[in-house]
T-cell receptor, first 118, second 110 residues
Framework: DAGVIQSPRHEVTEMGQEVTLRCKPI?????LFWYRQTMMRGLELLIY????????DSGMPEDRFSAKMPNASFSTLKIQPSEPRDSAVYFC????????????????FGPGTRLTVT | EDQVTQSPEALRLQEGESSSLNCSYT??????LFWYRQDPGKGPEFLFT???AGEEKEKERLKATLTKKESFLHITAPKPEDSATYLC???????????FGAGTTVTVRA
Protein backbone atom coordinates (compact mmCIF):
# COMPACT_ATOMS: atom_id res chain seq x y z
CA ASP A 1 0.00 0.00 0.00
CA ALA A 2 1.18 3.50 -0.73
CA GLY A 3 1.93 5.58 2.31
CA VAL A 4 1.33 9.29 2.72
CA ILE A 5 2.50 11.09 -0.41
CA GLN A 6 3.90 14.61 -0.32
CA SER A 7 5.06 16.92 -3.07
CA PRO A 8 7.36 18.52 -3.82
CA ARG A 9 10.09 16.82 -1.81
CA HIS A 10 12.28 19.92 -1.98
CA GLU A 11 11.33 23.53 -2.58
CA VAL A 12 13.65 26.50 -2.80
CA THR A 13 12.05 29.89 -3.16
CA GLU A 14 12.77 33.55 -2.59
CA MET A 15 11.35 35.61 0.21
CA GLY A 16 7.93 37.00 -0.64
CA GLN A 17 6.96 34.20 -3.01
CA GLU A 18 3.95 31.95 -2.52
CA VAL A 19 4.64 28.33 -1.65
CA THR A 20 2.15 25.46 -1.89
CA LEU A 21 2.83 22.08 -0.34
CA ARG A 22 0.69 19.08 -1.23
CA CYS A 23 -0.35 15.92 0.56
CA LYS A 24 -2.25 12.76 -0.29
CA PRO A 25 -3.16 10.78 2.86
CA ILE A 26 -3.39 7.03 3.09
CA UNK A 27 -6.65 5.75 1.60
CA UNK A 28 -9.23 5.14 4.31
CA UNK A 29 -7.64 7.50 6.80
CA UNK A 30 -10.05 10.25 7.84
CA UNK A 31 -7.68 12.44 9.82
CA LEU A 32 -4.86 14.55 8.41
CA PHE A 33 -2.18 16.53 10.17
CA TRP A 34 0.40 19.07 9.02
CA TYR A 35 3.61 19.36 11.06
CA ARG A 36 6.73 21.49 10.83
CA GLN A 37 10.16 20.23 11.96
CA THR A 38 13.14 22.45 12.74
CA MET A 39 16.32 21.88 14.72
CA MET A 40 15.34 24.57 17.21
CA ARG A 41 11.71 23.64 17.86
CA GLY A 42 11.48 19.99 16.83
CA LEU A 43 8.18 18.66 15.49
CA GLU A 44 5.22 21.01 15.89
CA LEU A 45 1.61 20.40 14.92
CA LEU A 46 0.31 23.13 12.63
CA ILE A 47 -3.23 22.02 11.82
CA TYR A 48 -5.49 18.98 12.11
CA UNK A 49 -8.37 17.98 9.81
CA UNK A 50 -11.01 15.38 10.58
CA UNK A 51 -13.28 14.26 7.72
CA UNK A 52 -11.93 17.16 5.63
CA UNK A 53 -12.92 19.75 8.23
CA UNK A 54 -10.26 21.82 10.05
CA UNK A 55 -10.60 21.02 13.75
CA UNK A 56 -7.55 22.64 15.32
CA ASP A 57 -5.43 25.30 13.64
CA SER A 58 -3.96 26.74 16.82
CA GLY A 59 -0.46 25.76 15.70
CA MET A 60 -0.55 27.78 12.49
CA PRO A 61 2.13 30.45 13.00
CA GLU A 62 0.32 33.42 11.51
CA ASP A 63 -2.03 34.55 8.78
CA ARG A 64 0.58 33.91 6.12
CA PHE A 65 -0.15 30.20 6.56
CA SER A 66 -3.32 28.56 5.30
CA ALA A 67 -4.40 24.96 4.76
CA LYS A 68 -7.22 23.33 2.86
CA MET A 69 -8.61 19.85 2.42
CA PRO A 70 -11.07 19.91 -0.47
CA ASN A 71 -11.59 16.14 -0.38
CA ALA A 72 -10.55 13.02 1.51
CA SER A 73 -7.53 12.38 -0.69
CA PHE A 74 -5.88 15.79 -0.97
CA SER A 75 -4.68 18.63 1.21
CA THR A 76 -2.55 21.73 0.68
CA LEU A 77 -0.53 23.96 2.96
CA LYS A 78 0.11 27.41 1.55
CA ILE A 79 2.52 30.09 2.72
CA GLN A 80 2.04 33.57 1.28
CA PRO A 81 4.28 35.51 1.43
CA SER A 82 7.11 33.22 2.46
CA GLU A 83 9.91 34.36 4.78
CA PRO A 84 13.35 32.89 5.55
CA ARG A 85 12.18 31.83 9.01
CA ASP A 86 9.67 29.51 7.35
CA SER A 87 12.55 27.30 6.20
CA ALA A 88 11.90 23.85 7.69
CA VAL A 89 10.76 20.35 6.81
CA TYR A 90 6.99 20.13 6.55
CA PHE A 91 5.35 16.78 7.19
CA CYS A 92 1.88 15.55 6.47
CA UNK A 93 0.51 12.66 8.53
CA UNK A 94 -2.75 10.72 8.51
CA UNK A 95 -4.55 8.31 10.80
CA UNK A 96 -7.43 5.85 10.74
CA UNK A 97 -10.82 6.58 12.27
CA UNK A 98 -10.95 5.94 15.98
CA UNK A 99 -13.69 5.84 18.56
CA UNK A 100 -16.58 8.21 18.01
CA UNK A 101 -15.21 9.22 14.62
CA UNK A 102 -12.10 10.92 15.93
CA UNK A 103 -8.58 9.89 14.94
CA UNK A 104 -6.76 6.78 16.01
CA UNK A 105 -3.75 7.64 18.08
CA UNK A 106 -1.17 6.28 15.65
CA UNK A 107 -0.23 8.79 12.97
CA UNK A 108 1.56 7.81 9.78
CA PHE A 109 3.92 10.38 8.32
CA GLY A 110 4.86 11.22 4.77
CA PRO A 111 8.45 11.78 3.62
CA GLY A 112 8.23 15.53 4.11
CA THR A 113 8.91 18.62 2.01
CA ARG A 114 12.14 20.45 2.73
CA LEU A 115 11.44 24.16 2.24
CA THR A 116 14.23 26.69 1.90
CA VAL A 117 13.33 30.37 1.67
CA THR A 118 16.21 32.63 0.68
CA GLU B 1 7.81 24.48 29.74
CA ASP B 2 8.96 21.24 28.13
CA GLN B 3 6.43 18.47 28.51
CA VAL B 4 8.56 15.72 27.01
CA THR B 5 12.28 15.31 27.68
CA GLN B 6 14.41 12.68 26.02
CA SER B 7 17.85 11.54 27.11
CA PRO B 8 20.53 11.17 26.11
CA GLU B 9 20.59 13.47 23.06
CA ALA B 10 22.95 11.08 21.29
CA LEU B 11 24.03 7.50 21.88
CA ARG B 12 26.88 5.70 20.17
CA LEU B 13 26.82 1.92 20.52
CA GLN B 14 28.91 -0.96 19.33
CA GLU B 15 26.97 -3.64 17.49
CA GLY B 16 25.54 -6.02 20.09
CA GLU B 17 25.86 -3.50 22.94
CA SER B 18 22.40 -3.22 24.51
CA SER B 19 21.22 0.10 25.93
CA SER B 20 18.15 2.14 26.87
CA LEU B 21 16.70 5.49 25.87
CA ASN B 22 14.65 7.55 28.28
CA CYS B 23 11.55 9.67 27.75
CA SER B 24 10.21 11.57 30.75
CA TYR B 25 7.03 13.62 30.71
CA THR B 26 5.44 16.20 32.98
CA UNK B 27 1.87 16.21 31.72
CA UNK B 28 -0.95 14.99 33.91
CA UNK B 29 -3.75 12.90 32.51
CA UNK B 30 -1.61 11.04 29.99
CA UNK B 31 -3.72 9.57 27.22
CA UNK B 32 -0.92 7.80 25.39
CA LEU B 33 2.84 7.67 24.87
CA PHE B 34 4.23 7.03 21.42
CA TRP B 35 7.61 6.00 20.06
CA TYR B 36 8.66 6.82 16.51
CA ARG B 37 11.82 6.12 14.54
CA GLN B 38 13.12 8.73 12.10
CA ASP B 39 15.80 8.07 9.50
CA PRO B 40 17.67 10.99 7.88
CA GLY B 41 15.60 12.63 5.17
CA LYS B 42 12.48 10.65 6.02
CA GLY B 43 9.33 11.08 8.03
CA PRO B 44 8.85 9.56 11.48
CA GLU B 45 7.86 5.90 11.41
CA PHE B 46 5.41 4.70 14.05
CA LEU B 47 6.77 2.04 16.43
CA PHE B 48 4.66 1.72 19.59
CA THR B 49 1.80 3.16 21.61
CA UNK B 50 1.67 2.70 25.40
CA UNK B 51 -1.39 3.66 27.39
CA UNK B 52 -0.90 2.66 31.01
CA ALA B 53 1.87 2.22 33.55
CA GLY B 54 3.31 -1.27 33.47
CA GLU B 55 2.52 -1.78 29.82
CA GLU B 56 5.24 -3.18 27.56
CA LYS B 57 5.47 -3.55 23.77
CA GLU B 58 8.11 -5.36 21.71
CA LYS B 59 9.18 -5.30 18.11
CA GLU B 60 12.28 -7.16 16.99
CA ARG B 61 15.19 -5.76 19.05
CA LEU B 62 13.11 -2.94 20.54
CA LYS B 63 11.10 -3.04 23.75
CA ALA B 64 9.17 -0.08 25.13
CA THR B 65 8.04 0.21 28.74
CA LEU B 66 5.97 2.80 30.58
CA THR B 67 5.84 4.03 34.17
CA LYS B 68 3.84 6.90 35.64
CA LYS B 69 6.50 9.46 34.80
CA GLU B 70 8.67 8.01 32.05
CA SER B 71 9.12 5.50 29.30
CA PHE B 72 12.15 3.52 28.25
CA LEU B 73 13.03 2.18 24.85
CA HIS B 74 15.38 -0.75 25.26
CA ILE B 75 17.51 -1.78 22.30
CA THR B 76 18.79 -5.33 22.68
CA ALA B 77 21.87 -6.43 20.74
CA PRO B 78 21.55 -3.54 18.26
CA LYS B 79 22.63 -3.77 14.66
CA PRO B 80 23.86 -0.93 12.40
CA GLU B 81 20.40 -0.78 10.79
CA ASP B 82 18.99 0.32 14.15
CA SER B 83 20.84 3.61 13.72
CA ALA B 84 18.22 6.38 13.64
CA THR B 85 16.69 9.14 15.71
CA TYR B 86 14.07 7.83 18.12
CA LEU B 87 11.29 10.25 18.98
CA CYS B 88 8.94 10.07 21.93
CA UNK B 89 5.57 11.83 21.96
CA UNK B 90 2.71 12.14 24.42
CA UNK B 91 -0.96 12.98 24.12
CA UNK B 92 -3.03 14.21 27.01
CA UNK B 93 -6.08 16.38 26.59
CA UNK B 94 -6.84 15.33 23.04
CA UNK B 95 -5.81 12.03 21.55
CA UNK B 96 -4.70 13.60 18.30
CA UNK B 97 -2.43 16.27 19.72
CA UNK B 98 1.06 14.83 20.04
CA UNK B 99 3.80 16.71 21.90
CA PHE B 100 7.16 15.44 20.67
CA GLY B 101 10.47 15.28 22.46
CA ALA B 102 13.67 16.39 20.76
CA GLY B 103 14.73 12.82 20.09
CA THR B 104 17.71 10.57 20.78
CA THR B 105 20.06 9.93 17.86
CA VAL B 106 21.39 6.39 18.03
CA THR B 107 24.46 5.34 16.05
CA VAL B 108 25.38 1.66 16.02
CA ARG B 109 28.87 0.81 14.76
CA ALA B 110 29.65 -2.57 13.23
Amino acid sequence: DAGVIQSPRHEVTEMGQEVTLRCKPISGHNSLFWYRQTMMRGLELLIYFNNNVPIDDSGMPEDRFSAKMPNASFSTLKIQPSEPRDSAVYFCASSLPGLAGGPRSEQYFGPGTRLTVT
Amino acid sequence: EDQVTQSPEALRLQEGESSSLNCSYTVSGLRGLFWYRQDPGKGPEFLFTLYSAGEEKEKERLKATLTKKESFLHITAPKPEDSATYLCAVSFEDDYKLSFGAGTTVTVRA
